[in-house]
């Protein structure tokens, strides 16, 4: 069984700083990827990032970054540069062949003017 | 390009009753999911389908819940008779393939059920 665990359930940041959200994992599966979502207060679930567990190399896109411990089983991302329209239920997702997703308990994150 | 359409959007209805939930995936998408998100959650897989075939419906309480998606295209969930813990968002996505690698979800708006 896969599961996924979001330790922060809420987190807030000043506009403009950066904030890093947790996630950790566990999978049987050595071919799988790793997600982060946002789903802003109208609900539609938005792909941030994503991440191959066999590739090395973080995965960046613009301001969001993800730090991928492979061994430790951790898949955090970064935000820089926090804007307003970041606030939003951020999930961390767990995918491997035959597109299952697993999904975590979400992180609401704040960011204030 | 269309994104995942959903409806309805809102739906109450008292336990005991039934309700129907309709998605349209973006168009080409041969794979289509059903999430169930409880409030305070993140979304739970109910079922999966492969054009019209079922790839896995394991966390699919079928006493009471069926899907269909006859043509490949649409899709519709069934929950006959709700129950009051079935109040949630069920969501709808849709990805390119099934293969091994992960394609990459798309999602609809979702369709926010309450019952009373």
């Known amino acids: 069984a896969q599961t996924v665990t979001q330790s922060q359930p809420e987190m807030s940041v000043q506009e403009a700083e950066t904030v890093t959200l947790s996630c950790t994992y566990d999978t049987s599966e050595s071919n799988y990827y790793l997600f982060w979502y946002k789903q802003p207060p109208s609900r539609q679930m938005i792909l941030v990032i994503r991440?191959?567990?066999?590739?090395?190399q973080n995965a960046t896109e613009n301001r969001f970054s993800v730090n991928f411990q492979k061994a430790a089983k951790s898949f955090s991302l970064k935000i820089s540069d926090s804007q307003l329209g970041d606030t939003a239920m951020y999930f961390c997702a767990l995918g491997s062949a035959g597109n299952m997703l697993t999904f975590g308990g979400g992180t609401r994150l704040m960011v204030k003017p | 390009e269309a994104g995942v359409a959903q409806s309805p959007r809102y739906k109450i209805i008292e336990k005991r009753q039934s309700v129907a939930f309709w998605c349209n995936p973006i168009?080409?998408?041969?794979?289509l999911y059903w999430y169930q998100q409880i409030l305070g959650q993140g979304p739970k897989l109910l079922i999966q389908?492969?054009?019209?075939?079922?790839?896995?419906d394991s966390q699919l309480p079928k006493d009471r819940f069926s899907a269909e998606r006859l043509k490949g295209v649409d899709s519709t969930l069934k929950i006959q008779p709700a129950k009051l813990e079935d109040s949630a968002v069920y969501l709808c996505?849709?990805?390119?393939?099934?293969?091994?690698?992960?394609?990459?979800?798309?999602f609809g708006p979702g369709t926010r059920l309450l019952v009373l």
């Open positions: 996505a849709s990805s390119l393939v099934l293969s091994s690698s992960q394609e990459t979800q798309y």
């Open positions: 168009s080409g998408h041969a794979t």
């Open positions: 991440q191959e567990a066999y590739k090395q």
């Open positions: 389908f492969q054009n019209n075939g079922v790839v896995d």
